[in-house]
């Protein structure tokens, strides 16, 4: 079955550690997004991507870094200079265009200890 | 920039009611309209996706509309059941921007 899966469910990272979240998808999609939800909050924006090699930050871009390439991979570095990273993370895909919807991994629950 | 704000933010009532979900968007240029819901601890599963060309779309006991004229999107549960209790998501426009979500809780 074609989705999208989120790896690690769940990752703990020490004071200073920069950690990377893996993203994969096998539903030949274009774009790619990552998105961090704190409690009680919406869903918000740190990148994405629309095509191999190329990225734009998003709304909450600092103190993470992307890479796009290979289409199906969008791997998320969450470093040292995010200063709380605690949270969900979530990874969606689509294809590019106006008239297509998301789809979404089942997350990465980030703790620091 | 595009904001989204969905009413009621949450919402507990008994199995078998009948349920409307609202959602508003600051910008009307809408694209397209997605519909999730988020279980606690668990990422998006899509309910409904009303692209830019369509009004409406139904999945079973749910019906979603959309007025882009207005900026309004609604999401209509049927019968509710105690399996519809979750977050509810109404993503729009080219970039999905979410709001908070609406928290429903069906009560069996």
């Known amino acids: 079955d074609g989705g999208i899966t989120q790896s690690p469910k769940y990752l703990f990272r020490k004071e200073g550690q920069n950690v990377t979240l893996s993203c994969e998808q096998n539903?030949?999609?274009?774009?790619m997004y990552w998105y961090r939800q704190d409690p009680g909050q919406g869903l918000r924006l740190i990148y994405y991507?629309?095509?191999?090699?190329?990225?734009q930050k998003g709304d909450i871009a600092e103190g993470y870094s992307v890479s796009r390439e290979k289409k199906e991979s969008f791997p998320l570095t969450v470093t040292s200079a995010q200063k709380n990273p605690t949270a969900f993370y979530l990874c969606?895909?689509?294809?590019?265009?106006?008239?297509?919807?998301?789809?979404f991994g089942s997350g990465t629950r980030l703790t620091v200890v | 920039k595009q904001e989204v704000t969905q009413i009621p933010a949450a919402l507990s009532v008994p199995e078998g009611e009948n349920l409307v979900l609202n959602c508003s968007f600051t910008?009307?240029?809408?694209?397209?309209l997605q519909w999730f819901r988020q279980d606690p601890g668990k990422g998006l599963t899509s309910l409904l996706l009303?692209?830019?060309?369509?009004r409406e779309q139904t999945s079973g006991r749910l019906n979603a509309s959309l007025d882009k004229s207005s900026g309004r999107s609604t999401l209509y549960i049927a019968a509710s059941q105690p399996g519809d209790s979750a977050t509810y998501l109404c993503p729009g426009t080219y970039k999905y921007i979410f709001g908070t979500g609406t928290r429903l809780k069906v009560l069996a």
């Open positions: 969606a895909s689509s294809i590019e265009g106006d008239n297509y919807g998301y789809t």
């Open positions: 009303i692209q830019s060309s369509q």
């Open positions: 539903l030949n999609h274009d774009a």
């Open positions: 991507s629309q095509i191999v090699n190329d990225f």
């Open positions: 910008d009307s240029a809408i694209y397209n």
